[in-house]
């Protein structure tokens, strides 16, 4: 049963500081690594994904890759309010038609 | 570029009543297809996913089924609604080793 875990939270921060989000999986074949964006109500969007270890950054986003700890995180730096969101973290093995989501961390950042 | 289009975006309907959700995407040939639910502060549950046309599988036995008519189109179908089947019901494409696209969802409610 291939797994990804993250925590559900709410991760609570304040304006201005760094959240970060952590997601583990299961599936040592995994090749390709997913973060999506859910505001309540609305569907999943992608902001990130990354494929080989080491950081990936893009403007105030940067995702982490540990393939031996088997382990992907997301950084999010300047946390905004508008940041306030449910991140869901996605898996995929190589030639697997179906991504392994997790479950989500629900993010608030505060004023 | 690719744009997926999945209606209607709310809907309410009385238990027993069927039930049938569409999904199109353009710009792309021969996506994979899925259909997934999300139950109110739950994680993406996968219900069906298609490879091809005339091809579904399953990933979870219940009162649903999906059907895809042609390449770029994916149909969500009930003969008779369950109070269990409220949700938020996603569609989303991608292409092998690709992020998911999702579409914006169908709020459903049964009543």
């Known amino acids: 049963q291939k797994e990804v875990e993250q925590n559900s939270g709410p991760l609570s921060v304040p304006e201005g500081a760094i959240a970060s989000l952590n997601c583990t999986y299961s599936d040592r074949g995994s090749q390709s690594f997913f973060w999506y964006r859910q505001y309540s109500g609305k569907s999943p969007e992608l902001i990130m994904f990354i494929y080989s270890n080491g950081d990936k950054e893009d403007g105030r986003f940067t995702a982490q890759l540990n393939k031996a700890s088997q382990y992907v995180s997301l950084l999010i730096r300047d946390s905004q309010p508008s940041d306030s969101a449910t991140y869901l973290c996605a898996v995929n093995a190589g030639g697997s038609y179906i991504p392994t989501f997790g479950r989500g961390t629900s993010l608030i950042v505060h004023p | 570029s690719q744009t997926i289009h999945q209606w209607p975006a709310t809907l309410v309907q009385p238990v027993g009543s069927p039930l049938s959700l569409e999904c199109t995407v353009e710009g792309t040939s021969n996506p994979n297809l899925y259909w997934y639910r999300q139950a109110a502060g739950r994680g993406l549950q996968l219900l069906f996913y298609s490879v091809g046309i005339g091809q579904i599988s399953s990933e979870v036995p219940q009162n649903l089924s999906a059907s895809r008519p042609q390449d770029r189109q994916f149909i969500l179908s009930s003969k008779k609604l369950l109070l269990s089947d409220s949700g938020f019901y996603l569609c989303?494409?991608?292409?092998?080793?690709?992020?998911?696209?999702f579409g914006q969802g169908t709020r459903l409610t049964v009543v």
């Open positions: 989303a494409w991608r292409s092998l080793g690709t992020e998911a696209f």
